[in-house]
């Protein structure tokens, strides 16, 4: 893994800031090498130092949560992560609590928003993908794969509308998207 040092800087800074490194200094090299794993594609990809910082600040605190987690150092309970140092409420208050047990409770659905490094990841096999197309279009230009591809997949046309726009049968559309794809997924199973 090759990190520019000012970038092992901002990695180092922004872990020692996390709240959770205090108490666990002895898991530095565990956090580092966690961080440096799930960010190596974002630090390569984005330019700007405070886009970067922003993102690396979430990657820490994922890895440092599975560091802790991995370790026993952390474990899940219905209110979040709790450290395994402290007791849960529940056993500190001497009295009995009241039963909350016919409560009820509606949850809104909730949208996860993609993690840094799955957009990374996507960005990465959508640039393989086009690659792919741009290269068996040049070994057969006659066939139209580009076109074919972005009418398709760019522009969501359905095959007879491309069968149209390119003065095609709508089965010869398919026959060539199908052929498409698969010189594709050849070219990913040869990287």
């Not at 330019?47 to 979430?58: G, I, M, P, V």
């Not at 997949?153 to 794809?181: D, P």
Request: net charge negative; with cysteine.
């Amino acid at each position: 893994m090759e990190l520019a040092q000012d970038k092992i800087d901002l990695i180092e800074k922004i872990i020692k800031s996390d709240r959770k490194f205090a108490d666990n200094e002895d898991l530095y090299d565990d956090f580092f090498n966690e961080t440096c794993k799930r960010s190596l594609i974002i630090v390569k990809t984005v330019k700007s130092d405070e886009t970067l910082e922003a993102y690396l600040r979430k990657i820490v605190t994922t890895s440092i949560l599975n560091v802790l987690k991995n370790e026993g150092r952390l474990r899940r309970t219905k209110s979040g992560y709790m450290s395994t140092n402290h007791l849960p409420l529940e056993s500190a208050v001497s009295e009995t609590l009241p039963d909350y047990s016919k409560i009820e409770i509606n949850y809104e659905p909730v949208s996860i928003q993609e993690t840094p490094e799955d957009l990374a990841v996507k960005k990465d096999i959508l640039q393989k993908i086009v690659d792919a197309v741009y290269k068996i279009d040049e070994e057969n230009p006659e066939k139209n794969y580009y076109k074919l591809y972005y009418l398709r997949y760019e522009k969501g046309m359905t095959q007879n509308e491309i069968a149209e726009e390119l003065n095609l049968s709508q089965s010869e559309v398919s026959k060539r998207l199908f052929k498409l794809m698969d010189k594709v997924k050849q070219a990913f199973n040869q990287d």
